[in-house]
Every structure is written in C-alpha cells, then in structure tokens.
C-alpha cells in the first residue's frame, strides 16, 4: 500500500515525490499538527479566563452585598 497525501482535494502519491517534496510535506505536517496544538491551548485559556471572570464576579457581588453567592449555590 503506497502512502498517499490529499492537497486541495488532489490525491498525491508520496513516492512520486521528490526529497525536496517530502521534506516540505514533513514540514506542513509539523506545522498542522503545531496548529492543532495552539488551538487546544487556546480553548483551555478561553476557559480559564471565563473561569476567573466568573469568580472575580462572584468576589464583586460578595464585596458590595456581603452575601456570598458560591455558599448559596454550592452543593454542601
């Protein structure tokens, strides 16, 4: 089974590919998958950062009302 590649929806065959060509495909998918990283980790800050928004709300409400909305809401 030969090893193929799809760009722009053009099936590729990786042993008509020159060492150049292959090396530019490691490297494109070195980059993907560096992408993929980034994104990931851009999801886990997006998170976070509600996260703390969401908390420092929380401390705001506490500090002008003095009622303490986790202890409301908490499962204890």
């Given at each position: 089974m030969t090893k193929s590649v799809r760009i722009d929806n053009v099936e590729y065959d990786m042993e008509q590919l020159s060492q150049a060509?292959?090396?530019?495909?490691?490297?494109?998918?070195?980059?993907?998958?560096?992408?993929?990283?980034?994104?990931n980790?851009?999801?886990?800050?997006m998170k976070a950062k509600n996260a703390y928004i969401a908390d420092l709300k929380t401390e705001i409400v506490?500090?002008?009302?003095?009622v303490d909305l986790g202890a409301l809401f908490s499962d204890d």
């Open positions: 060509g292959r090396d530019l495909y490691e490297r494109l998918s070195f980059t993907q998958s560096r992408l993929q990283e980034y994104n980790m851009l999801a886990l800050l506490k500090g002008r009302t003095g």
